[in-house]
């Protein structure tokens, strides 16, 4: 009798470990990590990706900012149809992918953005300079369940046309968690307002955001966070200092033309010591 309870206490180990245990493997992987290197001689990004929730660490190595912007091909876009239409300006090219967001990275420094990869080929653009980088990778079929997502200590919704974020933010590093759950494309850019603002000032300048003609030099350094498109996600980390901030998206609507600034995606959060 102790065999037999031996024995099936070892084939339930067994099972154990075939199943739930390598579900249980594959759900609390680490993120897979990427680097893509910006340099004078151009970009270096692999050729090909796993699908699902990935962190890809940007370093610039020039001179200058870069600014890479990924997006998704639609299934029906080839690589030659995204081309020419690049050729005649980013607006035409934009309707032929899903935006995966982006942010600028100062020369010689390191950013880290976490991406939710699907299956099929993607582009990762930069309009910096007066050429425009291209790079194309294609992401593959994972196996398992891969990387569960990083947790976020901010998350924020993107919606047309507003953002639902919380009102008050704790200073210092923090994961941001940018989700566009809206119909139309959304970006984020964050201005801290001056300290010594008048009430009537604060008002100018919330009128300015709304319209799309906020002036960085009144609003002092901006964060950026590139366009995603409709039920794209990404984390990255924003480190805040205390002070007032004024988040929006400048992006045009696509019916009317007017920034969605203007038509109330502007939102005004307090950071805290």
Known sequence: MNRIRFSLALLII???????????????SAVPQVSVQFSADGVTIPDELPEGVVDIAFTNNTEAPVAPILARLNPDVTIDAFNEALSQGPMAAIPMVALLGGTE???????DITFDFSVGTNVLLELNGEIPSVQFFNVADAEGEGAAA????????????????????????QTWLLENQGGQWHEMSIARLPDDL????????VKQAAAGELDESEAGEMI????????????TTIDLQPGTYVVACFLPDFASGHAHADMGMVQIITVTA
Do not use: C, H, Y
């Open 198 to 205: 008048t009430v009537t000032e604060f008002r100018d300048l």
């Open 150 to 173: 990083p947790a976020a200590d901010v998350q924020v919704t993107l919606m047309d046309f507003a953002f639902a974020l919380p009102l008050e933010i704790a200073a210092g590093p």
């Open 105 to 111: 990275i100062a020369p010689n420094t390191t950013k």
């Open 224 to 235: 950026f966070f590139a366009p995603l498109s409709q039920g794209e996600r990404a984390w």
């Open 14 to 28: 067994g099972l154990l470990t075939f199943t739930g245990w390598s579900v249980l493997a594959q759900q609390t």
